[in-house]
Every structure is written in C-alpha cells, then in structure tokens.
C-alpha cells in the first residue's frame, strides 16, 4: 500500500540519520538481520570488495542490488546529504515521470502513481531509500582520484583512501557544466549564470533573459521565468511529445507508452531503432517531454536560432540578429566531468568506453546512470534498476572467479 508520507526506519528512527558523514552502515553476511551496524570509518587505506562512487539513483540502486547478492561494499557520495542533486535543482522543477514510474526496485515512490513529486519528495525518496535497505552509504566524502592499484584499485577521497577490487562510478555522466568559450567575452553588464544554478526568478535581475539552448531545462525555466520577465530561447528545435504528459490520457496511459513502451523496451542499444534515436540525441539532445513549443508561444516567449558568438558583447544568432539581454542563462548541458578518473576507460570528449556500463578496456571498472548506457531509460529512475541488476549480476560472477581461483 502507498502512502504520502517518506516511512521511518525499522529501528524508529528517522532514516536520514542512518547515513551520516564519515560513517558506515556494514553490509555483508550480517546485513539483512535487522540490526543497527552502524561502524566507524577506520583511518588509513581501508579494503573493500566494491566501491560505488556516488549515491544518487544510479549509485543507490547498484547498491540495492550488490546487497541482493550478499557483496560487501561502500558507496561515497561528494554531497553532504543524499538527493542534494534533486535539492540543488530548481525551485519549481517537478518530475516529469508520474510517482508510478519515480520508485527505484524494491520500493514504491510513497506518493499517488498518477502525481508528479516536486524536486525535494525526489530528494527526500532516495534518502529513504538508503536507509529502508540499510545502504552503506557514506556522505561528505568527494572521490578525488581513482587509479589502478596491483590487481584493484585505489580510490582517494579526502576521508582517506580505499582500495577496492571493483569500482562502480555511479556519479553521472554530467557533472561539469558546459558554457560556450565565448561566453567570457560578453558585456560586464551582463549577468550569467549555467542553469544548474538557477533556482527561481527572483534571482534574475529585470530586463530580458536569453535562454541558450532549447532542450528541456531550457524549456522548462523559460516557462518559469516568463511569468516575471521578457524570455528569449535560443536554440533549435529539439521536438516533442505530442501529448500532454499531465492530462487525463498523458497520466492514465500514453505516459507509460513513452516511458516504459519506448524509452525503457523498444529505444534500446539492442534494437535499430534505439540505436538510430541514440545517434540522434548526440547531435540534438532529448525531446521536450513536458514543455510543447505552443506553450512557449503563449507564454510569450520568443524563439531564435542557436547563438553562434558575441556582437560588441552582446550574443548573436545564427541568423546575425543580436540579443540585447541583461541575463543569460546558459541551458548548454555537461561535460562528463570524469577528469578524476586516472585509467584508461574515457574515450572521446572524455566519455567512458563501455559496453552497458562495463569498461572495455580494463576488467572490474563499471558505469551506471550514463546517458544511452543500454536504452533511453537509463538515466531515469525507472530504467535504472534493470542497468543496476545487470552490473550487479557481473560483479557476483567476477566474485565467483576469484574465490574459486583463490581455493
Ligand atoms: C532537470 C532534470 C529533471 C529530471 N527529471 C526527471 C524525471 O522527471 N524523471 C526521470 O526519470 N528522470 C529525470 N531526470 C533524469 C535523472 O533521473 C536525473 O538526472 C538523476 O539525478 C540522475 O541520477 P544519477 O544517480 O545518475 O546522477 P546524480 O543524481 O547526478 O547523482 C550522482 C551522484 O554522484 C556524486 N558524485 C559525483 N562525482 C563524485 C565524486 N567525484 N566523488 C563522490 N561523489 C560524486 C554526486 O554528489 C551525486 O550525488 C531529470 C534530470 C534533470 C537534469
């Protein structure tokens, strides 16, 4: 049964204070007994079979998944507190996936199946989640370098060092924002700001805002801004969805024909058709799922062509027209923000070389919550479990291996 409200742990307490900076929640043969194992992080380079690097959706559903099969292991997360990515978003973002498919494996999204939850109920879920499983979840905690080490790995972070036999990064393929390099030439008068730092309008000066880039964030806070301020979007156009995802037959059905239907069973890296789409998202990005072009209109915002470089410090289109702003927003997406990693797993662009998230070139290096990783799903909370069971699938036969090998 479903309720709308986030469950405390089995021992009473609040489930947020079970993962706590520098701590650890043991997992292993003990794990499953109920027990509070909470045990104090040793200092000095520490051993562990596996190290998951983050512990947003992709991280905690590996996680989830390594305890099924009994593997001891820990997860690091650079965040002070789990779903800070979620926080961190946006005042108003709500999720565009209905509360039915917003639920990792094992555990329900606590909300009405046909309710969008708002950024924070996503935030708030997965630290629940952490804590219903008991995930050995340590906070505070940034990897800082991962470099090979005799026949494992070596996993700096500023708590100290661990080696592990097997490395999962969970940490998103986009973390670094990225901003056109002309952007440093643009009129002083000009405030900017990457849309990961975009919260609400009230932190945009008045005057008209220039949105560069027109997929969903773009969409998206040009529809929040347009309330309060003159809204230009800059961009080609991405698509759409032609339906609204928040309408009576959006909820009830067409949802799940976009979402698990194409997204999760046919736009798979398996199928023609999910590798032609995939190809296609390299050079134009996801469609606008919630956001439709007519709503742009009647909103007021005004489109344009994509900003090719600057004018007298002013941005310019494609088509010569200049931008006459006193903000721009820059909605231009992520680097993969991998130069932590020192092995040779990253390929172009500084993407990771993988087959469904398993390194090609190195054994025992794992990627999930990457963009395409096996299907469109991937990086969504819905299709992350399958990518999660199927990683951790390989690592308990790697396991299996080595303790036969070793006797
Ligand atoms: C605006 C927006 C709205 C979205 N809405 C939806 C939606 O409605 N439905 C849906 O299914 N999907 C949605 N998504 C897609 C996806 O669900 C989210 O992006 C989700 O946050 C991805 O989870 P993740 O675990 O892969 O990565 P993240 O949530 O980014 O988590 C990565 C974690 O790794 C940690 N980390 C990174 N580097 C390090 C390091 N060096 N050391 C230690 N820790 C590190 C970070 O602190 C972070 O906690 C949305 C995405 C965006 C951007």
New binding site residues.
């Given amino acids: 049964m479903q309720s709308d409200t986030l469950p405390r742990s089995r021992s009473g307490r609040d489930p947020a204070d079970l993962v706590e900076a520098g701590n650890l929640i043991r997992t292993g043969a003990d794990a499953f007994d109920g027990t509070d194992t909470t045990v104090s992080a040793s200092s000095g380079p520490e051993r562990v079979p596996v190290a998951v ?7 905690l559903s590996v996680s989830y998944h390594l305890k099924q099969h009994r593997i001891e292991h820990v997860v ?4 002070e507190r789990i779903g ?3 926080r961190n ?1 946006w005042d108003s ?1 709500k ?3 209905p509360a039915k ?2 639920g990792l494996d094992g555990y329900p999204f606590p909300a009405h199946r046909d309710t969008f939850p708002t950024k924070d109920q996503m935030a708030d879920y997965l630290e629940a989640y952490a804590a219903k499983f008991r995930l050995p979840v340590r906070v505070a ?4 370098r991962l470099s090979r080490s005799g026949a494992g790995y070596r996993i700096e972070t500023t708590q100290g060092t661990i080696e592990a036999g097997s490395v999962v990064v ?3 393929g986009y ?1 670094a924002p990225r901003i056109p390099d002309f952007a440093t030439g643009l009129d002083d008068e000009i405030v900017q700001l990457h849309s990961r730092a975009y919260r609400n309008p009230s932190q945009i000066p008045d005057g008209p805002v220039l949105l560069v880039g027109a997929g ?2 773009g969409a998206e806070i040009a529809m929040d801004l347009a309330k309060t301020h003159e809204v230009w979007l800059a961009g080609r156009p991405v698509g759409h969805i032609p339906f609204d995802i928040a309408g009576f037959m959006g909820r009830k059905l067409l949802v799940r024909v976009v979402v698990r239907g194409m997204f999760h069973h046919l736009l798979t890296m398996r199928t023609p058709p999910g590798r032609k789409f995939r190809a296609k998202m390299q050079n134009r990005g996801m469609p606008l799922i919630r956001t439709r072009p007519g709503q742009l209109e009647r909103a007021g915002v005004k489109r344009i062509g994509r900003i090719t470089g600057l004018q007298g410090g002013l941005p310019v289109a494609e088509d010569g027209k200049r931008i006459d702003c006193r903000t721009v927003v820059w909605c231009t997406g992520y680097h993969p ?1 991998f130069d ?1 990693i020192d092995l040779p797993v990253l390929g172009s662009g500084g993407h990771p070389r993988h087959r469904f998230g398993k390194a090609t070139d190195i054994d025992g290096v794992y990627f ?2 990457l963009h395409f990783q096996y299907a469109v799903s991937s ?4 299709g ?1 479990g399958r990518d999660a069971r199927r990683i951790a699938g390989w690592i308990a036969a790697d396991q299996r291996v080595r303790s036969s090998a070793s006797g």
Wanted: no cysteine; charged share 10%; glycine share 12%.
């Fill in positions: 690097i983050g512990a947003g959706q992709a991280g690091l997360d650079a965040a800070d990515v979620w978003r973002l999720l565009f996936t498919f917003d905690t940034p990897v800082v969970a940490a998103a973390q969903n964030s923000g932590w999930m919550g990086t969504m909370v819905s992350v």
